[in-house]
């Protein structure tokens, strides 16, 4: 799993930034306005694990590479089991500066982002035991050599080469000493990267990398258990035997090749020739009614559904495990109608509990109360410089109350706004349907726990979602939003939305109406 990760001069990235990216599960967002940053950090990882060209920052073109140095270093989360012999040696290594190092350590250029990746470190402290774990900043410079970002300081080289070590950083030779680790680190991951612009007939098509990444399969390994050497040689057998009777009946005259290397068809021209003929002429298609129509007769909104659908059906019924595999989608809602960005949050959700990570970026911020487990990163500016809020799903308008009480000044007014709207658009768009989501709308963590404890049998089959919003007040604020939109849609509304809170020292108190699947409950403990 990757929990962060650092940049230096990456498209949008000027200098060193680092990215939080969870804390706690693999479901991962990166939330925030259009050119700030959220896809340059797939994009980044698409560099990194497929060795896709690097899209540097404009001031490495202005100042060169040798004066930026850009790099892309992930910092990754590795069970200690899964290494052994000398990778595990290094990782060892590399783990004792990464949980060791201090802000005194590193460069007061540099000692910002350290702060970062110190408070992401604590709280991923508190979620796993890293005991049996190692954290891994381990990456790449523009040259593919070994990078460690602000890790590799004094305190790096006296951990490698001794106390008497007296130099700021580690040179490059002794940074190639991690490139066996870096080599396993990079081939334990298959990263496959849907950016917005991509061509959904030809990402669909089976020959692509990315579909057969997903089945878990080539299509060359799957031709081999279908059509057999065996069957391969009775071809050139017959064949052969065709021209040789050409040849008496011809009388002098024969059908040969140039030399005699290459008589025969080999195992893999049939399976090249099969995928052309066989497989090439086949596109995906949709089932309308007792039609079907090709994708590239679809909407733009429908493309983007089926990407993610033919994705999620693959990792389930296919692909025998996708412990592996890293997805990276930008932007799943572009063109989806609101209505059908539940559907593709809850369905990319899924996907993530199939494989290692899934990281997206987005505009709707409806998923932000919907999803169970995971993290999502807002991603601003404050004086030209990026700042970055990592929210855990699990509490996440808790979080973001917290945040805005200590007046932090970094969750932009929109973002707080939006995720109010969204949610109250989510509920009541998942509510309507012949399967309809069934919501209890609570004030804390701790009722959450209590209520998903008591109604986990409907939690799992009756679509029931539970979600805690940080307390009396937002569920009077909630209740309001969905009051309102309830009364255009309560025809429709086919699920239950239940709000409840308890009884403060300080009483909320506002009316409530008399809806059939709306309900505003408050628990009395009443004394018998």
Not at 58 to 80: C, R
Not at 233 to 243: G, P, Q, V, Y
Not at 368 to 392: C, M, Q, R, W, Y
Request: proline share 3%; aromatic share 10%.
């Amino acid at each position: 799993m990757i929990v962060g990760a650092f940049f230096r001069y990456f498209k949008t990235y000027q200098g060193v930034n680092f990215v939080p990216i969870t804390d706690q599960g693999n479901f991962c967002g990166l939330l925030g306005e259009n050119g700030i940053g959220k896809s340059s950090v797939l994009e980044a990882f698409d560099c990194f694990f497929n060795n896709k060209q690097w899209n540097m920052n404009i001031a490495t073109k202005k100042s060169g590479l040798a004066k930026t140095k850009p790099y892309i270093v992930p910092v990754f989360l590795v069970e200690k089991s899964s290494l052994s012999g000398v990778n595990y040696e290094l990782a060892d290594t590399l783990n004792n500066i990464a949980i060791e190092l201090s802000e005194d350590d590193v460069p007061s250029a540099n000692r910002e982002d350290f702060r970062s990746y110190s408070e992401l470190l604590n709280r991923v402290r508190r979620n796993y035991d890293l005991e049996g774990y190692f954290v891994l900043p381990l990456g790449i410079d523009h040259l593919s050599q070994p990078n460690v970002s602000i890790f590799n300081c004094n305190r790096f080289g006296v951990m490698i080469y001794g106390d008497d070590y007296d130099d700021n950083s580690v040179n490059e030779e002794g940074l190639e000493r991690f490139k066996p680790l870096l080599d396993v680190l990079k081939k334990s991951v298959e990263y496959i990267y849907i950016p917005k612009e991509i061509d959904p007939e030809l990402f669909t098509r089976l020959e692509t990398n990315e579909i057969q990444v997903l089945m878990g399969e080539t299509l060359h390994e799957i031709l081999e258990q279908r059509v057999t050497q065996a069957q391969i040689r009775d071809i050139n057998n017959s064949l052969n035997e065709f021209i040789n009777s050409l040849a008496s009946e011809l009388d002098g005259y024969s059908y040969r090749t140039p030399t005699d290397r290459q008589q025969n068809l080999r195992k893999n021209d049939v399976y090249n020739l099969i995928i052309e003929a066989f497989f090439n002429i086949r596109k995906l298609h949709k089932r309308e009614g007792y039609h079907w129509l090709e994708i590239g007769e679809l909407s733009s909104g429908e493309k983007q559904k089926a990407i993610i659908d033919v994705a999620h059906k693959l990792l389930l019924h296919h692909r025998n495990s996708g412990n592996n595999l890293i997805i990276g989608i930008d932007e799943p809602e572009s063109s989806l109608h609101m209505s059908a960005c539940f559907d593709q949050f809850d369905a990319i959700y899924e996907i993530s509990k199939s494989c290692k990570q899934v990281l997206f970026s987005s505009h709707w911020y409806g998923f932000l109360p919907t999803i169970e487990s995971g993290s999502a990163t807002v991603i601003t500016k404050k004086d030209n410089n990026h700042v970055f809020d990592l929210v855990n799903l699990v509490n996440y308008r808790e979080q973001v109350k917290q945040m805005s009480r200590e007046s932090r000044k970094r969750l932009p007014y929109d973002i707080r706004l939006k995720s109010i709207n969204d949610f109250v658009q989510s509920v009541i768009t998942s509510a309507i349907g012949e399967k309809p989501f069934s919501w209890i709308i609570c004030e804390g963590t701790s009722e959450r726990i209590y209520l998903e404890y008591y109604f986990k049998d409907l939690v799992q089959e009756n679509r029931l979602r539970i979600v805690p919003v940080g307390g009396a007040g937002e569920i009077k604020r909630l209740y309001n939003h969905l009051s309102t939109s309830y009364e255009d849609f309560k025809e429709d509304i086919t699920g239950n939305i239940v709000l409840i809170s308890d009884t403060d020292s300080q009483l909320v108190s506002y009316d409530t109406k008399n809806f059939d699947k709306l309900r505003c409950k408050r628990i009395v403990n009443c004394e018998v």
